[in-house]
């Protein structure tokens, strides 16, 4: 029987708490489907910088990097704010998207048609969205040199670098490219072209490499432009194609069309290693311990991590309509109370799933 490895990441904040209903999930399908599963919890992010002062510790990236596909649960607490940049639990998660070259996440953006009273958004506007974000994750901003705040006398000066060389956008953009083949060959590029040097090389990288694919159809927006789309007309979108921080923004953004950050997964690949599986939503140390998080982001990227990572179709497809399918009966987490559905707990929403499967 074929054996999966999968490195559990639980991390911070009501991570445990959604991590125990997709280990189950895991288990119950591997069962269903007949294939192995094995699970390797490891510690990242705020809990590893407890234990060893690094929140990406090396035996855990080591392990990352030698299985077949990760899950990660989310990491970060307001406790850290003050330790140094380098040791906060993010730097753990950009050290690991960073090592583990993830350099594609992709986020895809779905309303489920049981949660369309869900949404602050009219259902006119939301009802046919179905969009990709694809976010270049290892470049940008995030990872620029030179960084840096300098003290003087009487002021201090902070400094980022927004950088991307050619070969870093084509590869992010080869990747939209087959993303878009799959689905509706529309590729919407999001730069700001019109005040950043970046953005232009951005601009016309993009446009070479789409000339390539007579069936892609490429348009280009500016990134306060397509945040104002998103909210004015989101179904106009099919794949959005955008660099790490206004992928960032815009995917927080677009979660909210869905009706809760807690309902967004994703994935962060390369060409070749092991991709990382992680709900878009934070740690939400606000409401850590209640158990009364949404599980489902995280089981949606669960079932992305069986599509995508191990190629186990026919048990991501169950998933995801196990998922609707309690969503429909009208059960949620308190995050997407509409006034007409009973609120369950994030295990009660773990049981509800594991029925369905
Ligand atoms: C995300 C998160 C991370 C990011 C943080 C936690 C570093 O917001 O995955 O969207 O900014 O990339
Ligand atoms: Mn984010």
Redo the contacts with the bound molecule.
């Keep these: 029987m074929l054996t999966h490895k999968i490195v559990l990441l639980s991390g911070d904040g009501i991570g445990p708490e959604i991590s125990e209903v997709s280990k189950k999930i895991l288990l119950k399908l591997s069962d269903k489907f007949n294939f192995n599963i094995e699970i390797e919890e490891e510690l990242f992010g705020g809990i590893a910088f407890e234990k060893f002062e690094d929140p990406a510790p090396k035996s855990t990236l080591d392990k990352c990097k030698s299985c077949d596909a990760v899950l990660l649960a ?3 607490d307001s406790k850290y704010d003050q330790l140094p940049r380098e040791l906060r ?2 730097s753990g ?2 050290k690991l ?1 960073s090592d583990l070259n993830l350099f594609a ?1 992709i986020r895809p953006v779905k309303i489920r048609n049981s949660l369309i009273e869900s949404s602050s958004l009219k259902k006119e506007v939301i009802q046919n969205v179905d969009l990709v974000v694809v976010r270049e ?1 290892t470049s940008g901003i ?1 990872f620029g040199e030179p960084r840096g705040i300098i003290k003087n006398k009487n002021k201090e000066r902070a400094f980022n670098t927004m950088v991307y060389n050619t070969d870093e956008i084509e590869r992010i953009t080869e990747i939209a490219i087959q993303i878009a083949k799959k689905r509706n060959n529309r590729i919407c590029s999001v730069d700001k072209a019109n005040v950043l040097e970046v953005s232009q090389l951005w601009r016309k990288t993009v446009e070479n490499m789409a000339k390539n694919y007579k069936e892609i159809h490429l348009s280009n927006m500016y990134v306060d432009n397509a945040a104002m789309q998103l909210i004015r007309d989101p179904s106009q979108f099919d794949v959005i194609l955008t660099n ?2 206004f992928g ?1 923004i815009l ?2 953004l677009a979660a909210m069309l869905t009706g809760s950050i807690g309902m967004l997964p ?1 994935a962060s690949l390369n060409n070749i290693g092991p991709g990382v599986f ?1 709900p ?1 939503h ?1 740690s939400a140390p606000d409401i850590a311990g209640r158990n009364i998080a949404n599980p489902i982001a995280m089981a949606l990227s669960t079932a992305m991590l069986l599509r995508i990572g191990l190629n186990q179709i026919q048990a991501a497809d169950n998933l995801e309509l196990a998922i609707d399918k309690v969503l429909s009966k009208r059960f949620r987490t308190s995050d997407l109370d509409d006034g007409k559905s009973e609120i369950i707990s994030c295990s009660k929403m773990g049981e509800k799933i594991l029925e369905e499967i």
């Design positions: 989310c990491v970060g639990p993010e998660l950009l998207r996440n994750l995030y790490n921080i960032d995917s927080d994703s992680e878009v934070g």
